[in-house]
């Protein structure tokens, strides 16, 4: 199957400050990515859709302000959690797919964020 | 919403099938079902998936009934590194896909 990989897979940050995620289709073009974010023994709960070169569109309740979506290209996506607090420590992880791909979409490893 | 139900947890034995069942009876007639796994922390990995008719590939079978409101995942063969987290989901046009609870599996030696 196709390949998204996330980076970084772990990341410890301060309260405060802001960290972001990156997520890749390695072997193909992904005109849509998501994103999604899990908390221990839950299911994924999604966040947001984005669509390259357009802005992203958030699940009810997902603040657009502290989660910042960039797709600007058709191989890259990236989640900016700003002004990061304790209760944001979560599982992070992305998936993207193209038509190309057979309507199939994959996901990455996942990024978990810890905020100390 | 999840458009999904699966029961919370399942056994079954090393080398025997294991059978996942899934209701979604309010599927919609153009949202496939799809079928994914997450191993503990690791991301979710792609199964099959299937619009109405039978799928079978290397991982799984999947059979969808004729009036597609329930669908089963079937493993042939588990093994140990099946044990995991199952998640049946359904995706329309815009890509989405809601996750419900999913179904724990555990693959006993």
């Known amino acids: 199957g196709a390949v998204v990989s996330q980076h970084p897979s772990r990341v410890i940050c301060k309260s405060g400050t802001s960290v972001k995620i990156e997520c890749r289709s390695l072997?193909?073009?992904?005109?849509?990515m998501f994103w999604y974010r899990q908390f221990p023994k839950k299911s994924l709960m999604l966040m947001a859709t984005?669509?390259?070169?357009?802005?992203?569109?958030?699940e009810q309740g997902v603040e657009k302000d502290k989660f910042l979506i960039n797709h600007a290209s058709l191989t890259l996506s990236t989640l900016t959690v700003t002004s990061a607090h304790p209760e944001d420590s979560s599982f992070y992880i992305c998936?993207?797919?193209?038509?190309?791909?057979?309507?199939?979409?994959?996901f990455g490893e996942g990024s978990w964020l810890t905020v100390v | 919403d999840a458009k999904t139900t699966q029961p919370p947890s399942m056994d079954c034995a090393e080398g025997r099938a294991a059978n996942l069942p899934c209701n979604h009876s309010?599927?919609?007639?153009?949202?496939?079902v799809y079928w994914y796994r997450q191993i503990h922390s690791q991301g979710p990995q792609y199964i099959i998936h299937?619009?109405?008719n039978n799928e079978t590939n290397e991982m799984a079978s999947l059979i969808i009934t004729e009036d597609r409101k329930s669908s089963t995942l079937i493993l042939p063969h588990a093994t140990l590194r099946d044990t995991a987290v199952y998640y049946c989901?359904?995706?329309?046009?815009?890509?989405?896909?809601?996750f419900g609870s999913g179904t724990r599996l555990l693959v006993r030696p």
């Open positions: 998936s993207a797919g193209a038509r190309s791909s057979g309507n199939t979409i994959y």
């Open positions: 984005s669509n390259e070169g357009s802005k992203a569109t958030y």
């Open positions: 299937g619009l109405k």
């Open positions: 072997d193909f073009q992904a005109t849509t």
């Open positions: 989901t359904l995706m329309d046009s815009s890509y989405k896909l809601i």
């Open positions: 309010t599927i919609s007639g153009n949202e496939y």
